[in-house]
């Protein structure tokens, strides 16, 4: 490890530690769309009420619901339909999921580079994670999404971090090497801010932890199976011997094994309506 990413690294750990670190808040749209999705006297005109003040977000939504994905027989066409087909919390954890975007933006093109690239490999990891989710387990899908888009939400931190340290912003090989010890750590903590639900809590710690293995399938499985599956054969995990790892044996699949054309098809449709 550098010098650099060395004494970043403690600077940061410390900071969390000390609750100093100045952790990402959710949109605004998407605080007020979960508060009114957990109104247990919620309706679905009060959540549309809710969406429809970001027209960017309802569009979206309607575009989700009238996907492959979702396969509805007759065309949706206003915010009211597609909140009626997926349901409550199906359309809150999407929103929230795809107001994030927002979140991925900084003033400095280094950052603002590294930023959508993550969104980037967020959105695909929770598109194959929704495909996963639907045909090799029976979790909810919307959930699966919401996971895959939060498992590295902890590198916003250290990417705002860097923007105000031109130092670290100009040593791409220590930034990378923070971001990969302590992004884990980070994510933890600010899905516990976000107040996110338990099983999500520790998407960003335990999809990385190959030796894990629990009674039952659950979101960190699904994650890390869809995480696992996105690298390019090069990468150092890829290369690691998937059957030795209870996630993939759990959802019942082998090494390489990506499901049929119409799996990669319909990961590749999520993906981009995610994206």
Request: proline letters at 5%; aromatic letters at 4%; charged letters at 20%.
């Amino acid at each position: 490890m550098t010098d650099l990413a060395q004494r970043v690294q403690e600077e940061l750990i410390q900071a969390i530690d000390k609750d100093q670190l100045v952790l990402p808040t959710l949109p605004e749209v998407a605080l007020r769309i979960r508060e009114a999705a957990e109104n247990p006297d919620v309706s679905i005109p009060d959540l549309v009420r809710e969406i429809s003040n970001d027209a960017a977000l309802s569009a979206r939504l309607i575009k989700v619901v009238n996907s492959p994905l979702l396969r509805t027989r007759q065309e949706i066409t206003d915010l009211g339909m597609a909140v009626n087909r997926m349901g409550i919390n199906y359309t809150a954890n999407l929103a929230t999921g795809l107001a994030m975007s927002q979140m991925f933006q900084a003033t400095s093109d280094v950052i603002d580079r590294k930023m959508r690239e993550v969104w980037a490999r967020s959105t695909e990891v929770a598109g194959i994670s929704h495909v996963l989710c639907r045909h090799y387990t029976r979790l909810k899908p919307d959930q699966a999404t919401l996971a895959g888009l939060v498992h590295q939400i902890g590198v916003l931190p250290i990417l705002s971090y860097a923007e105000e340290n031109s130092q670290l912003l100009r040593d791409s090989i220590s930034l990378n090497l923070v971001i990969e010890h302590i992004h884990p750590i980070l994510g933890d903590r600010i899905l516990a801010a976000w107040d996110f639900p338990t099983p999500l809590r520790h998407i960003p710690t335990e999809h990385l932890d190959f030796n894990r293995n629990t009674p039952t399938v659950d979101y960190s499985d699904v994650v890390q199976v869809a995480m696992l599956q996105s690298l390019s054969s090069e990468h150092p995990l890829a290369q690691m011997d998937w059957s030795t790892i209870a996630s993939f044996n759990k959802l019942g699949l082998a090494q390489g094994e990506d499901g049929d054309e119409d799996l990669s098809a319909e990961m590749e449709a999520a993906m981009q309506l995610l994206g």
